[in-house]
């Protein structure tokens, strides 16, 4: 069974290893990688928040900024 701080961790390493894959694809200018990147951060911030845990600190509002998806 996974305690509460287990669960903390591991979605503390997912967000911080999807902020650093986003800001891969955005370095390498691939747009629709960024999307997905940005699909799954917000995806793994809203759980946290269904799960009440504060994530104040972990992702810089300015990281969530969408660019449009451009080919």
Same mark, same amino acid.
């Given at each position: 069974?996974?305690?509460?701080?287990?669960?903390?961790?591991? !979605?503390?390493?997912?967000?911080?290893?999807? &902020? /650093?894959?986003?800001?891969?694809?955005?370095? +390498?200018? @691939?747009?629709? $990688?960024?999307?997905?990147?940005?699909?799954?951060?917000?995806?793994? !911030?809203?759980?946290?928040?269904?799960?009440? &845990? /504060?994530?104040?600190?972990?992702?810089?509002? +300015?990281? @969530?900024?969408? $660019?449009?998806?451009?080919?």
């Amino acid at each position: 069974m996974t305690t509460g701080r287990e669960f903390v961790a591991v !979605l503390r390493g997912r967000v911080t290893a999807t &902020v /650093d894959a986003l800001a891969s694809a955005r370095e +390498a200018g @691939l747009g629709h $990688e960024v999307e997905l990147h940005l699909g799954r951060l917000r995806d793994l !911030l809203e759980l946290a928040e269904r799960h009440d &845990v /504060d994530v104040a600190g972990w992702v810089d509002p +300015a990281v @969530l900024a969408a $660019e449009p998806y451009r080919d």
